[in-house]
């Protein structure tokens, strides 16, 4: 089953991956034993002569160790689930990672913003881009999502990321890719009857690569700091 | 305790035999309404199928020509005018129309078919038979829910036949979608689903307003809440959830119908309106919803299980305090369906947490059943086949159901046909074998007659593994990414190679849908031509067994008096396996707790 | 009824028969494939609305539009999705199309003020193409009531959007198999339709409810014929210059000259 996750090319990616690979194992595991529970009880314990079936009503002390037990796995789920949660979601954005581009979605395509060079959107050097988006690789990339109609859902699979895109508000997102190259980004929230069009691509790029791309569309930018 | 005896509010039985109409339309006989939802759900059941596969075809074979349409002339679509040629032009599945199919397929098995056979026609029929009365408390109020329904699927269908076709935002139909006709091009059809879902509303609560007042006041002598069968607490617990979740719901459609017809803003945010209060008010009514699906199935496989194991079910008590906890707890789980919405991540953690908690009484249920199967005397019937099915295939949703409480996690499975496979999982694989197992349990009782065992069990055999090898390989393709409600998955290259297991999964469904067919045959079959039932063919305790196959108008000719729980097998020193619960203690039976 | 051995062999036999139906049914399904790709394109037939009774012994008025001043830059867009049928590279969009001698394509000339109505026959069909990607033509002409009928010759999905202010808007998918799509629009107006998929790709339909519409070709000059003797105000109107109005007297068989300048928004 994990054999089929797309390749991961995100930090917290890699975690979530973690944390999946911890719960298809456990659950798994659950799985195995009840069903191999269930067959053993249906063969051993099938009517046949001779045989009757025992009086049992229940027993408290097994249903407390159960329900313990149980509680006690789902809680370590808590546990592991949570500080991973508010490091991709609740982190802030610190002041030395701008926002890239704002993400807008829009019946039937990503509307890309780029900042420019003066790291702020809604001004001169900004650039409009539809569906393809340039980050570099290696570095916290911050993302503002917003829509202009109907909620959309900006979805990259091998970053593991998705968020939904609301009309009304800017929803910061964040990520860092780890290995460069173009990965394919989808509408993840039904947007009407294009949505099986809403498709676009993340490219990743090295260095080099990057600062080539943003000579090409801030030809005058001399600010070597921007991410 | 003996419990208080009332009689319902009906006039008495008149003597003069009633007409047809009286009899098979209009009926107050809560049994007959019960097989009246049957139908009515099975038939909904049939239709939402078909609709399901219509999707099934598209995501094998997108853009192409369903098959038989091509002997359609070529006028037809040039021409372009006919309903035919506007709703599936050229005889192909187009993008609208997807979108329509997800939506309606949806509202129809959640709201048409799976409450309609488990709480309108199961409820219906052994409330009164199971805590020993002649009828429900309100059988005019019965007749009436039963015939809203009706005008609520009504309605529900005529939305394919308007200008703009069906609904087609989702089943959850998010705002602002659902609100701008100019976002989906559906107009008409998205204000006749709001409808409908109001009407249906109404008749759910006068439902529940009737079968709370008749298990709380009319329980027959003897019957106390602790012995009554689970299906009864079942029963009785959802109508309690539909009473308070279906407000919320009618309360939101109504903001929505608003927001479309009356130019208001609640979800739209040019007029200051928040399009993610509609996902909490959705959420609100559509989480308890879900379980308004599942306990009723639940109450019926533990008394299933626990007749053909000939054994008592496992911690009793214990099992009513689960279906109670997921019951309370279901109402502070449903920001669970939104991590993802935008909604404040912090709050998402304390949904979280919630809904790890409410795993547990479902285990403890699940851990009970197989507790009831241990050291009994387990007979395979169509029944019992159909029963241990809903605990495996519950069990499997439920569990899936772990990935996505964990909100990291679920940012990635979100929206995916993981989803989609856990929701299929808990309500065809709960739900629906929950009901399969019912109808074979009580048709006997039903309609006096046996099923034909052979066919029930091929047609159990066949739906088992079609629904596998449907189903399963979804977490598959959720766990590659494949996104839901989407009309095109070949548009992508990373879901390119899932694309076979998408053909693999239709061809599946399609045995799946055919097989239904043998379900249909012996039902009808067994209607007319199945061997004539005796009053108990199961050998089982609970009251419905203890009067004819049918009951007759009335139910019982003198009211039962209960001296025991419904649990009474394989007593030791006792002549039989079974001990009905009206069995008076004086003939050597000890009076159960 | 109790379980019967028998019953087992059966239902071993079927499972075993149904796992080889589901494993042959996966090795390979003929996709029924429609003839699109395949299909010759439906040609696309351009026409101009026609009065149902044919119009004699009237003047014409003819002119030409032109811009002054600075030519603003055309706008340009670089198709950014299935580029594989629209196309790469940048491209010029029609919003302002100007001839060697600054004459504005595509302005829409009519008469505002006709005091009798005539007809329009409602039997001919508006006709415009989706074709890599861009709307063609990019203005076109359709009698109020008579159906326009929309082609798609890109076996793309692609969708007809209209945001008229007095008709009814209308937003529907067009994919790639349905290779036409007809709608009517009842009230006189100049609407502007666009596809969402293609963000970029826009067209104007002009609803006419009398025949003395004109749109000026490349040079920016038009003709209107057969126009009842009389005094009229014509209306100049461009989707990025805005409109203007000018009073032309039309006399029987002769041409009426009706020149029109636009200002461009540019400064010098």
Known sequence: ?227 | MSAPISTPASPAPSTAPDGFIRTYLFSLDHKMIGKQFLWFGLIMLFLGGALALLIRWQLAYPETQLPGMGMVPESVWDEGSSWLARTLPYGVIGPELYNALVTMHATIMVFFVVAPILVGCFGNYLIPLMIGTDDMAFPVLNMLSFWITVGAGVILLSSFFVAGGAAASGWTAYTPLSVKEIYTGVGAGQDLWCFSLIVLGIGSMLGAINYITTIVNMRTEGMTYFRMPLTIWSLFIVAILLLLAMPVLTAALALLLFDRTLGTSFFLTEGGGEPILWQHLFWFFGHPEVYILILPAMGIVSDILSVFSRKPIFGYHAMVYAMLAIAFLGWIVWGHHMFQSGMSPLLGTTFMISTMVIAVPSAIKTFNWLGTLYRGSIQFTTPMLHSLAFVSMFMIGGLSGIYMTSTPVDMYIHDTFFIVAHIHYVVFGGSIFGIFAAIHYWFPKMFGRMMNEPLGKIHFVLTFLSFNATFFPMHILGVGGHMRRLYNPMQYEFLQPLQPMNEFITTSALIMGATQFLLITNVVWSFWKGPLADKNPWQANTLEWTTHSPPGHGNFSTAPVVYRGPYEYSMPQWETDFLPQDQPPEKGGSPGP | MRLVIGDWRLVTFLSGLFILVSLTACGGNDQLETEEASAPDVPLVVTTPVPTTPLLDGGTISGTVTLEGVAPPADTYTPFKDTEICGTGERTAENMILGPDQGIKNVVVSITNLPEPIALDRSVTGMMDQKGCIFTPHVVQVAAGAPMTFLNNDHLLHNIHTTGETNLQINKAQPGYMKKMTETFSLPEIIKVQCDVHSWMNAWIVVQEHPFYAVTDEQGTFTMPQVPPGAYTLKYWHESLGEQTSDVEVRGSETTSADMTFISPTSP
């Not at chain 1, 006690?72 to 546990?79: E, H, Q, S, T, Y």
């Not at chain 1, 490091?87 to 913003?113: C, H, M, Y």
């Open chain 1, 1 to 227: 089953m994990l054999d089929w996750l797309p390749e991961n090319v995100s930090t917290y990616g890699e975690d979530i991956d973690g944390l999946f690979a911890i719960i298809y194992y456990f659950t798994t595991g659950i799985l195995l034993l009840v069903l191999l529970a269930l067959v053993t009880f249906l063969v051993l314990y099938r009517q046949r002569p001779g045989h009757k079936a025992s009086y049992i009503k229940g027993n408290a002390r097994l249903e407390w160790i159960w329900t313990g037990v149980t509680l006690a796995l789902l809680v370590v789920m808590v546990i592991l689930s949570r500080p991973l949660w508010a490091t991709i979601k609740e982190r802030p954005r610190p002041d030395s990672s701008p926002i890239t581009a704002q993400v807008r979605g829009n019946q039937f395509n990503w509307v890309i913003l780029y900042a420019g060079p003066d790291n702020q959107i809604g001004t001169a050097d900004d650039l409009q881009v539809e569906n393809e988006l340039h980050v570099l690789v290696h570095t916290d990339i911050w993302l503002s999502l917003v829509s202009e109609d109907v909620i959309h859902s900006f979805f990259v699979p091998q970053l593991r990321l998705k968020q939904d895109a609301v009309p009304g508000r800017e929803i910061p997102v964040w990520f860092q890719a780890t290995s460069a190259g173009d990965y394919e980004i989808a509408c993840a929230e039904l947007c009407g009857f294009g949505h099986t069009t809403m498709r676009g691509w993340l490219h990743v790029l090295p260095p080099d690569a990057y600062e080539a791309w943003q000579r090409q569309h801030w030809p005058h930018n001399t600010n070597e700091d921007t991410p």
